[in-house]
């Protein structure tokens, strides 16, 4: 069974840098295409940014472009999410989960995912 765990959430002023690592076990690492979300307090969750199975494609948010950076370790069984110059906005609990169809990754709808961590939470002060 397929176990993914987030980690590297904290608090941090505004124009600030954090690095989230979301490790897995239990499954083939690099048969999966990964993404990231997050979720505000009354917020429905969206979609940050995902990636391919072998990081050749990487998507994202309008909204985090130019600031965050996805990567994967397919040898170390983590994914990474590098975000700069943070804004208060950015303030959510992040999550990771496994692309259910990694030939459509255009799809980033959260139904489109599955086995989703627990969840870091990310506190950007102004």
Same mark, same amino acid.
């Given at each position: 069974?397929?176990?993914?765990?987030? %980690?590297?959430?904290?608090?941090?002023?505004?124009?600030?840098?954090?690095?989230?690592?979301?490790?897995?076990?239990?499954?083939?690492?690099?048969?999966?295409?990964?993404?990231?979300?997050?979720?505000?307090?009354?917020?429905?969750?969206?979609?940050?940014?995902? &990636?391919?199975? /072998?990081?050749?494609?990487?998507?994202?948010?309008?909204? @985090?472009?130019?600031?965050?950076? &996805?990567?994967?370790?397919?040898?170390?069984?983590?994914?990474?999410?590098?975000?700069?110059?943070?804004?208060?906005?950015?303030?959510?609990?992040?999550?990771?989960? &496994?692309?259910? /169809?990694?030939?459509?990754?255009?799809?980033?709808?959260?139904?489109?995912?599955? %086995?989703?961590?627990?969840?870091?939470?990310?506190? @950007?002060?102004?």
């Amino acid at each position: 069974q397929v176990q993914l765990v987030e %980690s590297g959430g904290g608090l941090v002023q505004a124009g600030g840098s954090l690095r989230l690592s979301c490790a897995a076990s239990g499954r083939t690492f690099s048969s999966d295409a990964m993404g990231w979300f997050r979720q505000a307090p009354g917020k429905a969750r969206e979609f940050v940014a995902a &990636i391919s199975r /072998n990081a050749g494609n990487t998507y994202y948010a309008d909204s @985090v472009k130019d600031r965050f950076t &996805i990567s994967r370790d397919n040898a170390k069984n983590t994914m990474y999410l590098q975000m700069n110059s943070l804004k208060p906005e950015d303030t959510a609990v992040y999550y990771c989960a &496994i692309h259910r /169809n990694p030939w459509r990754m255009d799809n980033r709808d959260p139904a489109a995912f599955g %086995s989703w961590g627990q969840g870091t939470q990310v506190t @950007v002060s102004s």
